[in-house]
């Protein structure tokens, strides 16, 4: 089922690409040189680089929520953290370093004298740490974030002057807040205290864990960068403090707000040292798996230049996307390694292109018979990756933009490379294949024919005889079949085919579909804060110890109230007590002795005092006054709560804190986020809730339904690519029945492989649907448009075509990443398992699942349930109204097609044109179906081809055909219905038959076929009538038959042709005896004589040949103006046989010497098929004249 536009689609890139091709091999130190000084010029790009590592603006999303959110807060309350810094009124993290203490001496309890003397050495080793910065030296102290001019303390330390009456019991420690009867401090223990195990009266009995946080200003840029040098020295000082063992019982985790950017960078610098690795082991695989026994066929150092081609293409493209201003991130040296496995898989597409054009071609055409075929498998393999990241740069999170776009880049800069300078590198290397010189040393080697002749050593014969023997090209020791392909066609098939085993397959695929959908209930969504760092890193422990010791009391959010409201109305002040109380009433709020609420307290404080204070507070300004005097005053943390107006006359933004409870886990913080905003939408006050780390929290939100979004129209796109450059609906169908399976296997077993749905893999998700359709579109196109009636036999074609290629695909994908596994990092150990998997499930799904399912629900599938699958490979498909491609006799018979005007058959046979109407399509017998293999004959070349299914082809073809016609001759001529029973019917060229003579001479024919034991060649058939007329003679006259030579025995006075057909093929064999000696007497074996004799053949023949049109049926017998009356077809057909033979008598006698050195010398075409009433018998083993054609010209 074809569209005329997207036929157009495949016709054009087939000429393109062959044009490409042919300019390559003519000019192929220009596409070397260029690529090389583009790849140069470009990657002075690097000297532009601009390195993002700041985690909020990596990884979450945006145009978030909780950045809108924290918008609206900076507006109306920016934090001051020079004068009036509060750590739970923080809108960002800014520059700040955090311990968690635990014991280390056995004892679970920090509450002890020993264990406050050592925090009290390391708080002042914090403190008096020097810090350089632009000549400047300064501690904590000269940095510190204040309170009314006092540095933020840690006041729980206070603690050690009534340590001794706590070890003792006589004080008792109440939770939450207590004063300090010493230095009064209230201390806030849920802020400091982790893990704390009370008494039913909140009385604290053992403290596991205590954390300590130091803040340094950040309001401008320049004490940014102080604070970044603080984390520095802070990081320093206290790491080597830990690893020092300079505290006996305590032990220190870590952290500062540079903690995260340190971890991206060393992320990255991880995975450099496996660059050099990675690209040897890609080489070796390459290189070894693109050698071959033949030592001039074997390509070792193209696969070499496969992934040199790759490399080039990556640094280019990253190089000019630099010049473009875009920023680099550490995951983007992911790409490199996926853009070495694409470059590999289409050095094998390639490859095995050039491996399917015949090796007597000259270098110029194979090669754009190579592009042309490869044409279609690169392009859609670079489409579908290339469509694949173009999707994600349309995704909300920076991180995905950034690698996606550097990915499209590389992508189309490795199919650029890889059509030009690889393609250049192919040529060069097929001219030293056509001068036979050895794949390795460039010595000239000979063929391993010649060498068996010539009996070289054995160490000869195994490295260097290789190539075949211009003398004898289709001789089959220089063309071997590959192991492995057979191994998939025999073995691999057959197990396939069973019955068992199917049903094995489909039982698994079952349980891989259970299994996929329980991994979709077990998703956790968010990137975890730890999952950045490093497994070895400090920072791993402290956020262990935060999970363990601090998720009872998480986050200190705020609630802000915006609009123009009279905060002296009860109405609204009821209203702004009804959100308080909704919020304190759900399971992720503690109870209102956590929450701060600036106008809850006011009112509690009015209705106390009011007695004496005596105020008014019905209307709005005395409310005002109220506020400002009494509650708000600068020292009350309230005054950070309430925003006026510029005159101060109305209150246009205030807000209130309420306090996290047991949160767990990411999936109960994206429920947290999700209800208490919900809360804040519902109420009717412009109210909103936030939380710095809300901005992180929102990746939860959108990273399901974005994943999802991006799955379906990546999947629907693939679909379209596939319908373009395949276009068959049915296959289309199957390509996204193994994509939908593959992406839901992928996101099933990732999260049962301890990968969240977060950026990082969405990233992969997204890629991995490119992926998923390279094997699993191939394999299904060659079952459908395989030719073959019987499942069974479809399967062993499609296995054998694509077996081999799909396992090296997959496997130098999978190698390609391998140092991503190596690096001990979360996020490439993330692009590991998610490539891994679509790779394993998409090579299973194309070797296995795949031909089973197509066996059952496919085209013949009611052989496979009736069990009359008998996997018959000679039962093909016979509709000649198809544009098929040539069979390997279609070929044969192609000089005859093009020699002569169209004959009546739609499609390529009556255009004058090969396949597809592109002549230079029509020397192979099938197209790139797959990746591409570089196996010995992956490829099948052209004469190992024709060899190894001569016999099969030659038998059922003539089968085919022959009872094809004689159904329509016997339909025409026996069947009493018929109107044209008894009127004269046209034969094959136009001669009028009548209906009497058509069933006489079938009767022959039948007749004849069941005496012959061994079926003749179409173009013998010459010989056949003249033995059969001369033992008629003989028999009639009593004489002997002296010779049975054809050549030698003419008597053009008794012989009456039986058909035209002998006609021109004797006319043929006497016309090309001159042609013969002309060729030769010139030929020198070079290119250009070659060309010269194969352009004589169809000169010759062209004008004394007459042209006549091809019968279909014989209902189209009668269509046609009848030229000769039938009284006189046997004396016309005499006469002119005798005047030809007068005319060639003068120059030639026939004998018995020089009529056996014409029968050697020369061999005439093949006829075309025609009728059932000729002979088209073809004996088994007998080699056909191989014709190729390109360029519109036919060679033999």
Not at 205 to 229: C, H, M, N, W
Not at 271 to 294: E, N, R
Not at 533 to 552: C, G, L, T
Not at 565 to 575: A, E, T
Request: with cysteine; glycine share 6%; net charge negative.
């Amino acid at each position: 089922m074809r569209c005329g536009c997207i036929y157009w689609v495949d016709k054009m890139l087939n000429k393109s690409f062959y044009h490409l091709g042919v300019l390559i091999a003519k000019h192929p130190g220009y596409f070397i040189i260029i690529p090389v000084l583009l790849t140069m010029l470009c990657m002075t790009g690097y000297q532009q680089l601009k390195y993002q590592i700041d985690p909020e603006y990596l990884f979450s999303p945006i145009n978030g929520e909780g950045k809108a959110e924290r918008a609206v807060v900076e507006k109306f309350f920016k934090v001051n953290y020079t004068h009036r810094f509060n750590v739970g009124r923080i809108t960002r993290p800014g520059r700040f370093g955090r311990v968690i203490v635990i014991p280390k001496d056995g004892d679970d309890n920090m509450l002890r004298r020993e264990t406050f003397h050592e925090l009290r050495h390391l708080d002042e080793l914090i403190q008096n740490a020097t810090v350089e910065y632009e000549g400047e030296l300064f501690t904590y102290k000269d940095a510190c974030a204040r309170w009314e001019n006092e540095c933020f303390q840690n006041d729980i330390l206070n603690l050690d002057y009534i340590m001794d009456d706590i070890e003792s019991g006589e004080l008792n420690l109440t939770f939450p807040i207590m004063f300090n009867p010493v230095t009064w401090d209230a201390h806030a223990f849920p802020v400091f205290f982790g893990g704390t195990k009370l008494t039913e009266d909140n009385i604290i009995i053992s403290v596991p864990a205590i954390q300590l946080v130091y803040f340094v200003t950040a309001d401008t840029k320049r004490q940014d960068a102080k604070g970044a040098e603080w984390e520095e020295t802070f990081l320093k000082v206290v790491g080597k403090a830990e690893d020092s063992g300079l505290f006996k019982h305590i032990s220190v985790s870590y952290f500062a707000s540079r903690t995260l950017d340190h971890e991206l960078e060393k992320n990255t610098r991880t995975v450099v040292p496996y660059f050099s690795s990675t690209f040897a082991l890609m080489a070796l695989f390459s290189v070894i798996t693109c050698m071959m026994g033949d030592a001039v066929r074997s390509k070792p150092w193209l696969g070499l230049m496969g992934n040199i081609s790759a490399i080039m293409a990556t640094c280019a493209a990253f190089g000019l996307a630099m010049y473009c201003g875009i920023e680099f991130i550490g995951i983007n040296l992911a790409a490199p390694f996926l853009m070495i496995g694409i470059g590999i898989d289409d050095t094998f597409v390639m490859l095995a292109g050039w491996r399917r054009t015949p090796a007597k071609m000259p270098v110029a055409e194979r090669m754009g018979h190579m592009m042309s075929e490869a044409a279609v498998s690169i392009t859609i393999t670079s489409l579908t990756d290339l469509f694949s990241f173009w999707i994600g740069i349309i995704s909300p999170f920076r991180s995905v933009q950034i690698f996606c776009t550097y990915s499209v880049f590389a992508v189309v800069f490795t199919f650029i490379w890889h059509i030009t300078f690889f393609a250049a590198c192919m040529a060069i290397s097929g001219y030293r294949e056509r001068h036979n010189l050895h794949a390795i040393f460039g010595c000239k080697v000979q063929a391993m024919s010649v060498a068996i002749k010539e009996k070289r050593n054995f160490l000869y014969k195994a490295i260097m005889a290789g190539g075949i023997n211009r003398d004898d090209p289709d001789n089959p020791i220089d063309n071997k079949d590959h192991m492995f392909m057979a191994f998939f066609k025999d073995h691999l098939a057959a197990v396939i085919n069973n019955k068992w085993c199917k049903m094995l397959i489909i039982l698994i695929f079952a349980t891989y579909l259970a299994g996929a959908c329980y991994g979709l209930t077990q998703i956790k969504e968010g990137l975890e804060r730890r999952k950045l760092s490093k497994a070895d890193s400090y920072s791993v422990e402290f956020f262990d110890r935060e999970d363990e010791f601090y998720r009872e009391f998480p986050y200190r959010m705020q609630v802000i109230i915006t609009g123009d409201l009279n905060y002296s109305d009860p109405i609204v002040q009821d209203q702004i007590e009804e959100l308080t109380r909704t919020l304190e009433n759900t399971s992720y709020v503690t109870s209102s002795l956590y929450t701060e609420s600036w106008i809850r307290s006011f009112r509690s404080f009015v209705a106390r005092n009011n007695d004496y204070l005596n105020l008014t507070i019905d209307d709005e300004q005395s409310f005002i006054d109220a506020v400002k005097e009494h509650w708000l005053f600068p020292g009350n943390p309230f005054s950070l709560d309430v925003k006026f107006n510029e005159d101060e006359t109305r209150i246009i933004a205030s807000r209130f804190l309420i306090q996290a409870v047991n949160i767990t886990d990411t999936n109960h913080e994206k429920e947290m986020v999700r209800d208490l905003r919900q809360i804040c939408k519902d109420s009717p006050l412009n109210a909103s809730i936030f939380h710095p780390y809300f901005v992180f929290f929102d990746q939860f939100e959108l990273v399901r339904p974005t994943s999802l979004q991006s799955m379906i129209v990546g999947a629907i796109i693939m679909m379209i690519i596939s319908f373009i450059f395949i276009p068959n609906i049915l296959c289309s169908l199957w390509v996204a029945f193994s994509i939908i399976s593959i992406e839901l296997g992928v996101a099933g077993y990732m999260a049962l492989w301890d990968v969240n749905l977060d950026s990082i893999s969405m990233i992969n998700l997204i890629m991995c649907i490119g992926f998923s359709v390279d094997f699993t579109a191939h394999i299904c196109y060659t079952y459908m448009s395989s030719k073959k009636r019987s499942p069974k036999a479809r399967v062993r074609e499609a296995l054998h075509s694509l077996g081999l290629p799909i396992v090296q695909g997959s496997s130098s994908t999978i190698l390609g990443i391998i140092a991503l596994l190596l690096a001990q990092s979360y996020i490439f150990l993330v692009f590991f398992k998610m490539v891994f998997l679509v790779i394993f499930f998409g090579a299973m799904h194309g070797l296995f699942l795949l031909p089973v399912l197509l066996s059952l629900f496919g085209p013949g599938s009611w052989q496979t349930w009736s069990g009359t699958d008998i996997g018959d490979d000679n039962d093909e498909i016979t509709d000649v109204e198809s544009p098929m491609k040539l069979s390997s006799m279609d070929k044969l018979n192609s000089y005859y097609l093009q020699q002569h005007t169209p004959l009546g058959l739609p499609g390529p046979f009556g255009t004058g044109k090969s396949f597809l109407g592109a002549p230079y399509k029509a020397y192979g017998d099938e197209k790139d179906l797959g990746i591409g293999t570089s196996g010995e004959d992956s490829s099948e070349s052209s004469s190992s081809r024709s060899q190894r299914r001569q016999a099969l082809e030659d038998e059922h073809t003539r089968r085919r055909y022959e009872e094809g016609w004689r159904r329509s001759s016997y339909h025409n001529l026996y069947n009493s219905n018929s109107q044209s029973q008894f009127q004269p019917n046209t034969d094959l060229y136009g001669q009028q038959v009548t209906a009497q003579e058509w069933r006489a001479r079938l009767d022959v024919e039948q007749a004849e076929r069941k005496r012959s034991a061994v079926g003749l060649r179409a173009y013998d058939n010459f010989a056949a009538d003249f033995m059969h007329m001369q033992q008629r003679q003989a028999a009639a006259h009593n004489e002997d038959v002296v010779d049975a030579s054809p050549v030698a025995r003419i008597d053009t006075g008794r012989y009456t042709p039986t058909s035209s057909l002998d006609e021109r093929a004797r006319r043929k064999y006497r016309s090309s005896l001159t042609a013969t000696a002309a060729a030769h007497s010139a030929g020198s074996g070079d290119d250009s004589s070659y060309h010269q004799q194969m352009n004589a053949a169809p000169a010759t023949t062209t004008t004394s040949v007459k042209r006549y049109h091809r019968r279909r049926s014989s209902e189209d017998s009668t269509r046609h103006y009848q030229r000769w009356p039938p009284s006189n077809i046997e004396e016309r057909c005499a006469r002119r046989y005798a005047s030809a033979a007068r005319d060639d008598s003068a120059a030639y006698v026939p004998t018995h010497a020089n009529a056996a050195a014409a029968a050697s010398a020369y061999r005439p075409h093949p006829p075309v098929r025609s009728s059932s009433h000729h002979n088209l018998y073809y004996p088994n083993g007998a080699q056909h004249p191989p014709t190729y054609q390109y360029g519109g010209c036919y060679y033999k």
